[in-house]
């Protein structure tokens, strides 16, 4: 067997580690340089004291980057000591609308709205029906839903459902149905009214030495060229305001220390169409919760329809007539008109005062929850409507056609 040559190769990695440990070891000799300049006048200084120049670090904004989250405690810009409650668009009042009523100091003169001319709608029911069905069931929007609960079966997994979202109905249903009453209206009526889309309001008040503000959302806002006319003309100082004892006016309204106090009435009063004349309300109910986690009662639906006509009417108010106002020239009026996509309840608030704690009141009339149908969705593959009921679409024309 022939033996291989035996290379005498050297490991150069080693051989420079031992070199690197061996020079540093060594020490640097004094040659009496520095004594010698000493001596001479020359001064002598260190090398990192003139390359290393000391700078006052300074910060730079980089494009790009992620900026650092806003922590929200007192060293907020808008952080105030005294707390603030407001309410807002998911908000619901504990006591509904006999808590609403003593935050705007409302009073209701009588049950159900004023007197009305209902017309016959029979022309138009058939696409009313035809808007029913393409709002619930025909539209192509196909989104997962919110998980179906059982009371009894609290621990029972459901499988998810997909299909056409709540808002997603209510939008297309109160478009089409606007857009319809629009078609079957005088054309004169139709000159004097403009739609607006997601609308920002906010009031603020102080009342029993508590600072309250509104900030809510006319998610469809209807205005018109003249405002409307006052409803009633009755006293209101001998009416009394519902009690509450031993709850506070203010319970489930939000606590707040981080805040900007503002009054925003969103449409310029230069605007040939600025008065308010119907806010349209939409009550999504995976969004409008209540605090304790229990379901919206139906006085809490009709206590958020008041809060939110008032927030209109009062930021209106204020826009037109100035902050020092108490007791209106002339009650603005604005209709309200609110739904889930199936129930509809109507109203009409007229603000007589910005004085929230005097002897004059402002009014409130309302309807009931009324439906417009009582079954639409597929049935056996065929998509059904049933139960519908005209008297919503008589109300919401005789609302648009109220001038």
């Given at each position: 067997?022939?033996?291989?040559?035996?290379?005498?190769?050297?490991?150069?990695?080693?051989?420079?580690?031992?070199?690197?440990?061996?020079?540093?070891?060594?020490?640097?000799?004094?040659?009496?340089?520095?004594?010698?300049?000493?001596?001479?006048?020359?001064?002598?200084?260190?090398?990192?004291?003139?390359?290393?120049?000391?700078?006052?670090?300074?910060?730079?904004?980089?494009?790009?980057?992620?900026?650092?989250?806003?922590?929200?405690?007192?060293?907020?810009?808008?952080?105030?000591?005294?707390?603030?409650?407001?309410?807002?668009?998911?908000?619901?009042?504990?006591?509904?609308?006999?808590?609403?009523?003593?935050?705007?100091?409302?009073?209701?003169?009588?049950?159900?709205?004023?007197?009305?001319?209902?017309?016959?709608?029979?022309?138009?029911?058939?696409?009313?029906?035809?808007?029913?069905?393409?709002?619930?069931?025909?539209?192509?929007?196909?989104?997962?839903?919110p998980k179906v609960k059982d009371p009894e079966r609290p621990a029972w997994n459901f499988p998810r459902v997909y299909g056409i979202t709540q808002p997603r109905v209510i939008k297309l249903l109160l478009n089409n149905l606007l857009q319809l009453i629009e078609n079957s209206s005088d054309l004169e009526v139709v000159k004097q009214r403009y739609v607006l889309d997601?609308?920002?309001?906010?009031?603020?008040?102080?009342?029993?030495?508590?600072?309250?503000?509104?900030?809510?959302?006319?998610?469809?806002?209807?205005?018109?060229?003249?405002?409307?006319?006052?409803?009633?003309?009755?006293?209101?100082?001998?009416?009394?305001?519902?009690?509450?004892?031993?709850?506070?006016?203010?319970?489930?309204?939000?606590?707040?220390?981080?805040?900007?106090?503002?009054?925003?009435?969103?449409?310029?009063?230069?605007?040939?169409?600025?008065?308010?004349?119907?806010?349209?309300?939409?009550?999504?109910?995976?969004?409008?919760?209540?605090?304790?986690?229990?379901?919206?009662?139906?006085?809490?639906?009709?206590?958020?329809?008041?809060?939110?006509?008032?927030?209109?009417?009062?930021?209106?108010?204020?826009?037109?007539?100035?902050?020092?106002?108490?007791?209106?020239?002339?009650?603005?009026?604005?209709?309200?008109?609110?739904?889930?996509?199936?129930?509809?309840?109507?109203?009409?608030?007229?603000?007589?005062?910005?004085?929230?704690?005097?002897?004059?009141?402002?009014?409130?009339?309302?309807?009931?929850?009324?439906?417009?149908?009582?079954?639409?969705?597929?049935?056996?593959?065929?998509?059904?409507?049933?139960?519908?009921?005209?008297?919503?679409?008589?109300?919401?024309?005789?609302?648009?056609?109220?001038?």
């Open positions: 067997m022939r033996p291989s040559p035996h290379l005498c190769k050297q490991h150069l990695g080693w051989h420079f580690k031992k070199l690197w440990a061996t020079q540093s070891a060594r020490k640097i000799r004094d040659a009496g340089i520095e004594q010698k300049l000493l001596e001479k006048g020359v001064p002598v200084v260190k090398a990192e004291d003139i390359l290393w120049e000391k700078r006052p670090l300074e910060k730079i904004e980089v494009v790009g980057l992620k900026p650092k989250p806003v922590v929200f405690d007192h060293t907020h810009p808008n952080w105030h000591d005294k707390t603030i409650l407001t309410y807002r668009d998911n908000n619901v009042l504990l006591k509904g609308l006999q808590q609403a009523k003593i935050l705007t100091n409302t009073v209701e003169l009588k049950q159900g709205l004023p007197d009305f001319t209902l017309k016959s709608t029979k022309k138009i029911d058939r696409r009313v029906k035809e808007i029913i069905l393409t709002s619930h069931v025909f539209d192509a929007e196909q989104k997962i839903l997601d609308t920002h309001f906010s009031y603020n008040f102080e009342k029993s030495s508590d600072l309250i503000q509104f900030e809510l959302t006319g998610d469809t806002l209807l205005t018109s060229t003249k405002p409307l006319p006052a409803v009633t003309e009755e006293p209101t100082e001998s009416f009394q305001l519902p009690d509450i004892h031993p709850i506070k006016p203010t319970i489930t309204l939000n606590k707040e220390n981080i805040y900007e106090v503002r009054g925003i009435y969103p449409i310029s009063l230069k605007f040939a169409k600025s008065h308010p004349h119907t806010i349209f309300v939409p009550h999504v109910e995976t969004e409008v919760k209540n605090l304790y986690e229990e379901p919206v009662t139906e006085a809490q639906i009709f206590g958020r329809s008041l809060l939110k006509t008032f927030t209109v009417a009062a930021s209106y108010a204020k826009e037109k007539y100035g902050n020092d106002v108490t007791v209106l020239p002339k009650p603005v009026v604005v209709q309200c008109v609110h739904t889930n996509g199936r129930f509809f309840h109507f109203g009409i608030f007229q603000l007589n005062t910005l004085d929230l704690e005097g002897g004059v009141k402002n009014v409130w009339f309302q309807t009931g929850r009324l439906p417009l149908f009582e079954t639409c969705c597929y049935k056996v593959g065929r998509p059904v409507l049933e139960g519908y009921n005209n008297e919503v679409i008589q109300y919401l024309d005789a609302f648009y056609n109220n001038v």
